[in-house]
């Protein structure tokens, strides 16, 4: 209403048109739900999706069928051509989407982009497109670290992803990267529906699974009284009691001690996580 007492039709046939949107909407969304329960899909992803995609119709025939092809008369006089567009397309796409790594130990740096995946989809596209080989995939989640995976998915992790990153820490852990793997595994027990990723996990992945957090132990029992790996405990022996007293290295060992316990507890924890039998 106006002053001068005047109705705005215009503005009530919008505030029409959005609640007959939104009931519409409500409709497609809530019978896309029944379909997807009398479906029994496998998954929450699953139902998700088909939620999502209820507004998509399928194609007809005259969506398919409308246009006619024209075929070319020379087509190898238009291979240069196209291939010239090809490569153009192409070279758009890697400006836009960093499909370029260059990889090193401990760093992954992303040719054409300022940063690592904020999103979710983000990391699903770079682990889908950019990641070939098990080792960059391992080198891409210890560049991330635990703490960037959770806040990634702080919501979910997304339906396969929490097995693949099973068998790719399992096959490429090493000592050095062990107290990183744990945090990885921490972070990743910590997200929203973990135990249903957990129950969906392939009999390879469970192995897998098995395998790492066997190797896990196997890496604690094979370092010193200080938390060093035992060639470096005798080498390093000399020079702490040249530079520090009996004191100071008591005080060492047991904070060292106590590191290890909690470490142990941690994996003891995560083995009731994942469900390691």
Known sequence: MEETGAIDFC????????????????QR?????FRAVHQKVASYEEFRDIVLASHLKPLEKKDKMGKKKNLLWNSYATQANDKQDREMELAQVRRKTPLVFVYTRKLIQIKGWDGLPETSADFYRYWRRCLKSGQERYQFLFQLGGKDLGRIFQAD???????EFLVVLAEHACRE??????QILQSLSGTKRFGLNV??????????CRDLFGKLQRMGRNC???GLPEGTVEAGTAALQEEQNEAERETHLRGAGQRKEADDRLIKELVKCYCVS
């Open 224 to 226: 010193g009284a200080d």
């Open 177 to 182: 990267d062990r107290e990183a793997v744990l």
């Open 11 to 26: 503005a009530l046939e919008r505030e029409l048109q959005a609640a007959i949107a939104a009931d519409e909407k409500y």
């Open 29 to 33: 969304e809530n019978d896309a739900k």
């Open 199 to 208: 129950a969906l996990l392939s009999q390879v992945e469970k192995d897998s």
């Open 157 to 163: 992790v997304g339906f396969g992803l929490l097995g």
